[in-house]
C-alpha cells in the first residue's frame, strides 16, 4: 500500500484552510470543559463542526492528562455512503487532512486482515466523513500518532469486538467510536430519545440500534470490549443541532463519552 488518502469533506464539514481549522479546533477545546481521566475509549460525534463541534471537543479535552502517552488511534465510524459487509480498512497507508498527514498503522492493518469480518475497500473510505472529521481533533490533541480506520458496515457487536481486541494495546492506543444519535427528531423528542441512549450506553447495554446512533454497531461492540476489560462510561456531554446551529423542528442529537479504565484513580 503506498496510497494517500486526501481529505473529502474539507470546506463543508469543517473549514479547508489550515489556519481558520487550527483556530475553529483549539477554539472549540478551549471552551470544553476538561476532565481529568485516564481514558481508553472516546464516542465523538460527526457532524459538521458548526453543529457539533463543539461536543466533539467534550470529548477530546478528555484525553489531555494521557496524550502525550497515546501513540495509536484505532477509529471506528459507520459507513454512509457504501454498503459494507464487515469492517473496511481503506487502501491506503496515510490520510490527509488541511493540518497535515496523518500515517496509518500498516502493520496492524495487515493483522486485521486475517479476520474473516474485515475487508479492504478504498471505496468505503473514499467519501465517508465520520472518520475524518475526527482526524484535525486528534491532530490538534496529540503529538505524533499512526491511525487505524475502520468504516463499520452490517456486522455484529461480536464482530467489531474481536477487532478491537486483537488492536487493544495498552495505554499507546486508543479507541474512538464515532458516532451521532438520534435523526431528525423534534428538540423534544430527541432529547427524550438521546437521553434514553445515553443512559443506555452509560449501562453498557448492548442495545444500541441505528435509530438510537448511526454509529450503533461500533457502540455496541464497544460495550461488549468494555464489559471485558472492565471499563466505565462517563457522559461529558449531550445536546442536539437545536442547541448548536440549527432549527428545532428536525434536530440530530450529540453525545460525547469517554471510557476509563480501572486503573483510573483520578480524584476530581
Not at 483549539?26 to 460527526?46: E, G, S
Request: hydrophobic letters at 45%.
Amino acid at each position: 500500500m503506498s496510497a494517500v488518502r486526501p481529505p473529502a469533506v474539507a470546506g463543508m464539514f469543517y473549514p479547508a484552510d489550515p489556519r481558520q481549522l487550527e483556530h475553529a479546533v483549539k477554539t472549540y477545546l478551549a471552551a470544553a470543559q476538561p476532565q481529568a481521566f485516564h481514558v481508553k475509549a472516546l464516542i465523538a460525534p460527526h457532524a459538521g463542526y458548526l453543529y457539533s463541534g463543539a461536543i466533539a471537543a467534550s470529548a477530546y479535552a478528555s484525553l489531555k492528562a494521557i496524550a502525550p502517552q497515546i501513540r495509536r488511534v484505532v477509529l471506528l465510524g459507520p459507513t454512509h455512503r457504501v454498503a459494507v459487509n464487515g469492517l473496511a480498512l481503506p487502501d491506503a497507508d496515510a490520510f490527509d487532512t488541511p493540518l497535515g498527514r496523518v500515517q496509518l498503522d500498516t502493520d496492524a492493518m495487515r493483522t486485521l486482515t486475517s479476520l474473516p469480518q474485515v475487508i479492504v475497500s478504498s471505496e468505503a473510505h473514499e467519501q465517508e466523513h465520520s472518520l475524518e472529521v475526527q482526524l484535525p481533533f486528534l491532530q490538534s490533541v496529540l503529538d505524533e500518532f499512526t491511525l487505524l480506520p475502520l468504516a463499520v458496515g452490517r456486522a455484529t457487536a461480536e464482530e467489531v469486538a474481536e477487532v478491537l481486541e486483537a488492536v487493544w494495546g495498552g495505554d499507546e492506543t486508543l479507541i474512538v467510536i464515532s458516532s451521532d444519535l438520534s435523526h431528525y427528531l423534534t428538540y423534544a423528542a430527541a432529547q427524550f430519545a438521546d437521553n434514553k441512549t445515553a443512559q443506555d450506553i452509560l449501562n453498557l447495554h448492548q442495545s444500541i440500534d441505528h435509530e438510537q446512533a448511526c454509529g450503533g454497531t461500533p457502540i455496541c461492540g464497544l460495550m461488549v470490549a468494555a464489559r471485558k476489560h472492565h471499563l466505565t462510561p462517563h457522559l461529558l456531554d449531550l445536546r442536539n443541532s437545536g442547541d448548536t446551529a440549527g432549527p428545532r423542528d428536525r434536530v440530530v442529537g450529540y453525545a460525547a463519552f469517554a471510557f476509563t479504565g480501572e486503573e483510573d484513580h483520578v480524584r476530581h
